[in-house]
C-alpha cells in the first residue's frame, strides 16, 4: 500500500461503527466468508443509479480492503441503471486519502487509473451500467448502494445474492462551500466500512 494511503486506512475509526451499521454489513462479511471458506471467486458488484460517485468509492475501497487483508480471489466492479461519468470530485476525494489517480482518457466519461498499491493492478474507473460487458455476467454478488437503485432494480440478471448497503449521495453539496468536506466524509464511510467487513473474514 502507498505510505499516505496506509496512513489514511489506520485512521479509520472502526470503533464509532454502530451495531445497526453492523447488522446492514453482516449480509455481505457472510457471503464473502462463505466463498472464501470454499476457496471461490468473490465478486462484488456496487451498484448505483449513475455510477459516478457511491458505487465507484465502494468499488475501489473494497477492492482495497481485500488486499489489506489479503482476502484471496476478490473482484470488485460496480455499475449503474444508467451510464453518466465518474464525477470528478471522487478521483480528487481518493487522490488526498492515498490513491495514485491518473486520467487515461478525457470526455464526456473519463476512464481513470486508480492504485492503492505501486505492484498492483489499477482499478480502471469509468462509468457504465451495472451490466456492461467490463462487469461479471453471473456468480456475483449485488450490492445496492442507493436507495433509488435498490428500489429501481427489482432483479439485477446473474446475480447469486442481493445485499442493499445505502450511503447518502455526496452531489447534495455540489456547488456549496462543503463539497469537498461531504465528499471526504462520504469516502471515508464507506472504507470504515467495507474495512471493517473485510477485517471480520477468516482465511
Not at 97 to 119: C, D, H, Q, R
Not at 155 to 178: H, L, N, V, Y
Not at 183 to 196: A, H, K, M, N, V
Request: net charge negative.
Amino acid at each position: 500500500m502507498y505510505a499516505d494511503l496506509t496512513k489514511t486506512i489506520e485512521s479509520l475509526p472502526f470503533e464509532f461503527l454502530s451495531e445497526d451499521r453492523k447488522q446492514i454489513l453482516l449480509p455481505l462479511i457472510e457471503y464473502i466468508q462463505t466463498r472464501t471458506s470454499k476457496q471461490q471467486e468473490v465478486r462484488l458488484n456496487f451498484i448505483c443509479t449513475h455510477n459516478s460517485r457511491r458505487s465507484h468509492l465502494s468499488q475501489i475501497w473494497a477492492q482495497t480492503a481485500a488486499a489489506y487483508y489479503d482476502i484471496k480471489n476478490v473482484t470488485c466492479y460496480s455499475g449503474g441503471t444508467e451510464a453518466t461519468a465518474l464525477f470528478p470530485m471522487v478521483a480528487q476525494t481518493l487522490g488526498d486519502s492515498g490513491f495514485k489517480i491518473k486520467t487515461l482518457s478525457e470526455g464526456s466519461n473519463p476512464v481513470y487509473s486508480i492504485k492503492y498499491s505501486a505492484n498492483e493492478l489499477p482499478i480502471i474507473g469509468f462509468s457504465k451500467t451495472y451490466d456492461d460487458d467490463f462487469n461479471p455476467e453471473s456468480g456475483f454478488a449485488a450490492i445496492m448502494t442507493c436507495s433509488q437503485a435498490d428500489g429501481g432494480c427489482p432483479f439485477i440478471a446473474g446475480a447469486e445474492k442481493r445485499i442493499p448497503i445505502t450511503f447518502e449521495d455526496p452531489k447534495i453539496s455540489d456547488g456549496t462551500p462543503q463539497q469537498k468536506e461531504t465528499y471526504l466524509e462520504r469516502s471515508l464511510q464507506i472504507g470504515t466500512e467495507l474495512f471493517y467487513v473485510f477485517s471480520q473474514i477468516k482465511k
